[in-house]
């Protein structure tokens, strides 16, 4: 089933097109990655979803419901993490959240039960009582999971979220939201860092200028724009090139001093050693998954080249 | 297109935070503190002129609010100089500090609308704005109690009543202007000058401006054609009405001085077979103001539509 699903999506703002044509499809269940440069339009995109900002035309439906008419019950079930979340300094992480609780309008003793459980999972429940003014960033990034997981939501939308953090405390984010997914809640999130993101995703869609230009797995766009899903790190012998190239399934070598760089369409790591310790010696072999940000910078090369 | 889902989703959750962050506040204290100082000031003023006069006077108490000593105004002269910049001061950064402090968006994907918010950020304003008249209020009938050592009576109390709940209206009318400027302008020290701006002209400028049409106006009568001259000098009148300041005064006026039978100019022949200096029945007085009490309802409502209007069309980023 569709839990986000969009049709002819558009937003202008006067003669800029924020988003344009948008069709997507979130399954339940996946961790799908918004993707695209700074001002492509993902944060455009996610304020539809929400009902906080109105589309110039086409629709969205989130959980079956239409946003903008009826955006009380979607943002009953949909959480939301901003860019650049902020908390009230003045108050507590507790006190923050009980608010949050209030608006939800959750019982007292319910929302005591939800506020410590969520504390606790984000490793939050020793700092509750501190004011957040005095929060690092990457603790009010957990704080603002730990908001969205109150609702105890069947969607999480979260924008930017390793935005600020150090890579340490992106990848703990990033297992975080892992574990969101293996809760069976849908995950939406954005992300200008395509290389940092990738790999918590299922699908990804990869924004250009407000238009979806690719939809699929990271190993689907790879194979379609760098001819191939697999990337292979030979170290072997030199004058390999050639012997590598004739392989069945190999899309590209590229070599630097005994150094060789293979995309190919499976894993041909077994051949691939073959024939390195036929023709001489082989000093290492690595599997790499391709880079979004190579299969980004090549589509649109190409795209630029086309045109 | 209809929305569905009632728009007061989580109005009572705003107001209680906001009124607990404006009674904890820093900025509320400094407020209190001022207002209590000077109330305190005018209070004194006024029990020491009214002590010969005790047991003289049916309206002690009202005389004790009014009563003004130089250099030191009346209680009254004094709230209504501070009223309005508590107002501002409650209301100046209500929705641009949400912007700034990066809330606005997390608050706003919670299930309600933005209406809830608006309002119980003004409710809230009113509430506390009326939390802190009660207590000065009291605070004012208990100095007098002690001091004067006459219990007040109800008609007086009734009154009294009345000039608070004139000056909450009033007071909505500025924090009606200063949710307005917080929606218009994103830097919440512009937002307070600006709403600063609006009181200082109210307060000094247009008085002056008044004046001067006024007398414009009565230049340009018939010296010889009094009925001209009574034509102008309302015109005057309803220019100077223009200004909430103006109508609050009028208000107070009639609530606090009984003996105030008209608000203009009034002919000789319309005073015939009154009894001049009698005070009139709370009933009259409340007549009397009815229109200065809607004029400054109507203003507060004008606001807060305007402020509620930019706040809806405005987005959620900042
Ligand atoms: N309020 C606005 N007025 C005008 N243009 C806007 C507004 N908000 C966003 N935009 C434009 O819309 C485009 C998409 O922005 P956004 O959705 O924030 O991109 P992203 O989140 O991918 O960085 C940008 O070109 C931005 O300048
Ligand atoms: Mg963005």
Redesign the interface.
């Known amino acids: 089933m569709a839990v986000i699903e969009t049709r002819g999506l558009t937003k202008r703002y006067g003669r800029v097109v924020a988003v344009e044509g948008l069709n997507l499809e979130v399954h339940e269940g996946e961790v799908f990655g918004l993707l695209g440069p700074n001002g492509s339009g993902k944060?455009t995109t996610i304020?539809m979803l929400?009902g906080?900002?109105e589309p110039t035309s086409g629709e969205a439906r989130v959980l079956g419901l239409d946003p903008?008419?009826?955006?009380?019950?979607v943002?009953?079930k949909?959480?939301?993490l901003?860019d650049?979340?902020?908390?009230?300094?003045?108050l507590t992480a507790w006190e923050n959240l009980r608010?949050?609780s209030?608006?939800?309008?959750l019982p007292e003793a319910e929302a005591k039960a939800r506020i410590e459980e969520v504390l606790r999972r984000m490793g939050l429940w020793e700092v509750r009582d501190r004011k957040v003014s005095a929060f690092s960033r990457g603790m009010r990034q957990r704080l603002?999971l730990a908001?969205v997981l109150l609702k105890r939501p069947k969607v999480a939308i979260l924008d930017e979220p390793t935005l600020g953090l150090d890579p340490e405390a992106a990848r703990e984010f990033l297992e975080l939201i892992k574990g969101l997914k293996a809760e069976g809640i849908t995950v939406l999130l954005s992300s200008h860092l395509l290389h940092q993101v990738q790999e918590v995703c299922d699908r990804v869609g990869l924004f250009h200028k407000g238009r979806l230009a690719l939809l699929g797995t990271v190993e689907e766009l790879a194979q379609k724009v760098l001819g191939g899903g697999y990337e292979i790190l030979v170290e072997a012998g030199p004058g390999l090139e050639a012997a590598f190239g004739e392989l069945e399934g190999v899309a590209r070598v590229e070599a630097e001093a005994g150094r060789y760089r293979v995309l190919a369409s499976r894993d041909l790591r077994s051949e691939l050693a073959r024939v390195a310790v036929e023709r001489g010696a082989l000093f290492g072999l690595a599997l790499r998954r391709p880079s979004l940000d190579e299969v980004y910078a090549h589509y649109f090369k190409e795209v630029a080249h086309a045109a | 297109m209809r929305r569905e889902g009632s728009p007061w989703t989580g109005l009572w959750a705003v107001f209680f935070k906001e009124m607990a962050d404006h009674l904890t506040g820093l900025r509320m204290r400094i407020l209190e503190g001022l207002i209590l100082l000077s109330a305190l000031a005018a209070v004194y003023t006024g029990t020491q002129t009214l002590r010969q006069t005790v047991g003289e006077d049916p309206y002690l108490y009202l005389k004790l609010l009014t009563t003004a000593q130089d250099p030191l105004p009346s209680f009254v002269g004094f709230l209504s100089f501070f009223v309005p910049l508590a107002a501002i001061a409650l209301a100046f950064d209500a929705v641009n500090g949400e912007y700034a402090r990066g809330t606005l968006s997390r608050i706003l994907s919670q299930p309600i609308y933005r209406d809830a918010l608006l309002f119980g950020k003004f409710l809230a304003g009113l509430g506390t704005l009326a939390v802190l008249l009660l207590a000065l209020f009291l605070l004012v009938v208990g100095l007098g109690l002690f001091t004067l050592g006459v219990p007040p009576g109800g008609e007086e109390m009734a009154r009294a009543f009345l000039f608070l709940l004139a000056t909450l209206a009033y007071a909505g009318v500025w924090l009606a202007l200063g949710l307005l400027f917080s929606v218009l302008f994103r830097q919440p020290a512009t937002a307070a000058l600006a709403a600063i701006g609006v009181w200082l002209f109210f307060a000094v400028f247009f008085p002056i401006l008044t004046d001067l049409a006024a007398s414009a106006l009565l230049l340009q009568a018939d010296p010889f054609d009094p009925e001209s001259q009574l034509r102008q000098a309302n015109l005057a009148l309803w220019i100077s009405r223009l200004s909430p300041n103006t109508l609050y005064a009028e208000t107070l006026t009639a609530v606090l001085n009984p003996a105030v039978r008209s608000l203009g100019p009034i002919l000789i022949t319309q005073l015939e077979g009154a009894v001049l200096g009698t005070p009139l029945p709370l009933g009259q007085s409340l007549l009397l103001v009815w229109p200065q009490l809607t004029g400054l309802f109507a203003l507060f409502i004008l606001l807060f539509t305007l402020a509620y209007v930019a706040f809806q069309r405005q987005e959620v980023r900042a």
């Open positions: 944060t304020l929400l906080l900002t903008m008419r009826e955006p009380l019950k943002k009953a949909v959480g939301y901003p650049q979340v902020g908390f009230y300094g003045e608010y949050t209030r608006l939800l309008g603002g908001e």
